[in-house]
């Protein structure tokens, strides 16, 4: 159970337009990160704009964007943006051997230079905050600075979706 309360927007009628504007953009259901962000309507707000732009706004392929977030939560033991994120991740031609595959990358032979890049920036930025050099370096030469920047905030983002879940303890629908 979330430390939280889960909030029920049908006991608040002032909550209808953002439970609404979260549906709508959500597939139609109120998932429970949600609905601890409505004790907060303003930050619950803000975070949709945020991650719809993140998700459905900018042009990081899919495929880099769901690699950084299914990383993300396996580094912060956040399973339940791990399992959230699964049929995206999938939609994006990840594999599912992949998905198996993603606490140990290093070892693997499913990932490609690219994908390899996405996922040693990711790990340096959700471990070290600060990138070296080297990573930068490799994570750079598969994208210009719009996508670089795309991606650099997207794990930032996920980073803090991983630690609201986890502090809260929200950890499954």
């Known amino acids: 159970m979330p430390r939280l309360s889960l909030i029920d927007d049908t006991q608040y009628p002032d909550l209808k337009p953002v439970a609404d504007r979260i549906r709508a953009e959500r597939g139609g259901k109120l998932l429970a990160l949600y609905r601890v962000l409505l004790n907060s309507p303003k930050v619950a707000e803000a975070w949709l704009q945020y991650f719809t732009v993140i998700r459905q706004q900018c042009d990081l392929p899919a495929r880099d964007r769901e690699l950084a977030i299914m990383r993300i ?47 040693a920036y990711t790990d340096a930025m959700t471990r070290q905050v600060k990138v070296p050099d080297e990573v930068f370096a490799q994570v750079r030469a598969h994208f210009d600075d719009k996508s670089l920047l795309e991606l650099t905030t997207t794990i930032a983002g996920y980073n803090m979706v991983s630690r609201v879940l986890e502090a809260m303890e929200i950890h499954h629908e």
């Open 73 to 119: 939560a396996r580094i912060n033991g956040a399973r339940y943006e791990f399992d959230q994120h699964i049929p995206f991740a999938l939609k994006s031609g990840l594999t599912q051997a992949q998905l198996d595959a993603i606490e140990s990358w290093r070892a693997s032979t499913l990932f490609d230079s690219r994908e390899q890049a996405v996922l």
